[in-house]
């Protein structure tokens, strides 16, 4: 097959979205497919996750691509997409996010190619973006397929686009091995964009709670976001510089789940909760709410980790936190039961309904 596979930016973003199209991506192109993903970065920039050297970039350096889309800015862009599509002529195009595809529905109209839109968001995200929940109402009429990340994802969306959706799940590159745990530290850990979505505030106020109990153990928050500021100024004022860190982002993810003990996804939303998946790959026990979407359809309480009552959601992290703090086997036993369930999320099976996927849509 040719896939043409589009997104904003490579560069400037790095959340699951940017991580699942470069994987599958790669494991397309490493399947014999000609695949090239097209940005509107500036060209001879490199992506923040690795993209194989078997898929090519072709970058259109239109608008500011690390802030919101202006109006011109995508109207150029859907003319610059057009154009480039037409040229390339894949067979199928996959558009990654709305920022993507709803312009891609627009600039593809009348050229026969058919255009997968690839959802990674909840309809929570549009509460307050009724407009962009409108145009993607309007742009499902000219998609073929909408892929979204999990079947308790897919219910809470509007029937007109539930008609068009299948479930996708995101792939989890599972560790070869598990660093022992005699060598973890004893560190909580988070992993996502600071931002109001991701509640880590709620995270820093249980765990200044339990902090002085447990002097032994600390706090570590790994992302980037417009909430940085706000949280610094949170563990400043309640006097835990030394037991909370926020060291921005990470190009060795993966080193950072092998030093933790206890991964908390406090998210209040998430589509697939792609973190606590990986966590849940390293072995690491993992907490989340009963009422976060994506987040409870991989925890499994009891089997591979806590999910707690969102009421106050203060009181019930702290509280499962102390509980995984005081025993270590059920930290064992939770992060044993993590990897067993993650075997269905393999980047091998995952590329192999992506594959059949795009076979039935072709045009």
Not at 104 to 125: F, N, R, T, Y
Not at 231 to 241: A, F, G, I, Y
């Amino acid at each position: 097959m040719k896939i043409l596979f589009a997104i904003k930016t490579l560069n400037h973003s790095h959340g699951g979205a940017e991580r699942v199209l470069t994987d599958i991506s790669g494991a397309l192109a490493g399947r014999g497919h000609d695949v090239t993903i097209l940005t509107f970065d500036p060209p001879g920039e490199r992506s923040f996750y690795p993209l194989s050297e078997k898929v090519r970039r072709l970058d259109l350096a239109i608008g500011n691509v690390e802030r919101p889309s202006q109006v011109l800015e995508i109207l150029t862009r859907i003319k610059a997409m057009r154009k480039a599509v037409k040229s390339e002529n894949p067979e199928i195009v996959v558009a990654f996010m709305h920022s993507t595809f709803i312009p891609a529905s627009v600039g593809l109209l009348g050229c026969g190619i058919p255009l997968i839109a690839s959802e990674h968001i909840v309809p929570d995200h549009y509460r307050t973006r009724l407009m962009e929940y409108a145009l993607f109402l309007a742009a499902s009429f000219f998609i073929k397929k909408i892929t979204v990340v999990t079947e308790n994802v897919l219910k809470t969306y509007h029937p007109l686009l539930r008609r068009k959706m299948e479930v996708m799940p995101n792939p989890i590159r599972l560790p070869s091995g598990n660093k022992a745990a005699t060598s973890r530290e004893k560190l909580i850990l988070n992993v996502g964009r600071l931002d109001p979505q991701k509640d880590q505030e709620t995270l820093i106020r249980a765990f200044a709670r339990l902090a002085p109990h447990f002097p032994q153990w600390n706090l570590r928050i790994v992302g980037e976001g417009n909430l940085r500021i706000h949280l610094e100024n949170l563990v400043m004022e309640l006097n835990l510089k030394d037991r909370i860190a926020l060291p921005g982002l990470s190009q060795n993810i993966d080193g950072e789940y092998e030093r933790a003990e206890i991964f908390v996804m406090s998210s209040l939303y998430e589509s697939f909760g792609l973190a606590t998946a990986e966590a849940m790959a390293h072995g690491l026990p993992v907490i989340g709410y009963t009422n976060c979407p994506g987040t409870n359809e991989i925890i499994k309480d009891g089997i591979n980790g806590f999910l707690i009552d969102p009421k106050d959601r203060v009181s019930s992290l702290e509280a499962a936190l102390i509980a995984l703090i005081k025993n270590e086997k059920i930290r064992r036993k939770l992060g044993e039961g993590g990897r067993e369930s993650l075997r269905t999320y393999t980047l091998e099976n995952v590329t192999t309904l992506w594959e059949n996927l795009l076979l039935k849509n072709l045009k």
